[in-house]
């Protein structure tokens, strides 16, 4: 098991352009996380998966941000029409349902530069 | 809604000193707390986790936190810090049980001085 993986790591786009960003979560978890995290905050919770069900997705930013989970296994977040305001690391998160104890485990980020 | 407070932003500590990151929540209910700590670059490691029973939780490299309920308060020590102890640590509460989310401080960004 190597933890949660996001891909790319790093992605600088232009203003107005679309952009995906991939998690894959560690193999047995089947609730996954997104979260955006700024410069100088911690990360904010933007939505929550558990196996292919969108759960929670009130707290994604606005209607240009969406997120899927066709299988259950990995995670695209997709921004639409990128703004500047966007820039920033892009965190996805795993757990196990069932667990005692929610712990969530972080994957490196992808960060986001919209130039 | 609850919300977590660092107060530090900055705290600049000599190798081998102790170290004392407060943490204050705000939530109706005795929530799950958590530290993370993040290194450039790095995402978030999980230090220590309280959910219920001892106050006093021992966490990964050398890390613990104590639970106090009367102060709403989740603060993080260390009794001798190490040079590669310097990062960002964030404390969070999770009051759903998972499903809303952890909500996170602000972060407090630990210097060490040689």
């Known amino acids: 098991d190597t933890g949660v993986s996001q891909n790319p790591r790093h992605k600088i786009t232009k203003r107005g352009q679309n952009v995906t960003f991939r998690c894959d979560p560690i193999?047995?978890?089947?609730?996954l996380y997104w979260y955006r995290q700024t410069l100088g905050q911690g990360p904010e919770f933007l939505t929550y998966f558990q196996n292919e069900a969108q759960l929670e997705k009130s707290r994604l930013l606005s209607d240009r941000f969406s997120a899927e989970r066709p299988k259950g296994s990995f995670s695209t977040l997709e921004i639409q029409r990128t703004e500047q305001g966007d820039s920033a690391m892009y965190l996805c998160?795993?757990?196990?349902?069932?667990?005692?104890?929610?712990?969530?485990?972080f994957g490196p980020g992808t960060r986001l530069t919209v130039t | 809604a609850q919300s977590v407070t660092q107060p530090d932003i900055h705290i600049t500590v000599s190798e081998g000193a102790s170290l004392e990151l407060r943490c204050n929540y705000s939530?109706?209910?005795?929530?799950?707390l958590f530290w993370y700590v993040q290194s450039p670059g790095q995402g978030l490691q999980l230090l220590l986790k309280?959910?219920?029973?001892?106050?006093l939780v021992q966490g990964i490299k050398g890390f613990e936190a104590e639970f106090k309920r009367s102060q709403s308060s989740f603060n993080l020590r260390k009794p001798s810090v190490h040079w590669s102890d310097a990062a960002e640590y964030f404390c969070a509460v999770d009051s759903g049980g998972g499903a809303d989310g952890l909500t996170f401080g602000k972060g407090t960004h630990l210097i060490i001085q040689p």
């Open positions: 998160a795993s757990s196990l349902d069932g667990s005692s104890t929610y712990e969530q485990y």
């Open positions: 193999s047995e978890h089947n609730r």
């Open positions: 309280y959910f219920s029973g001892d106050t």
């Open positions: 939530y109706g209910a005795t929530p799950y």
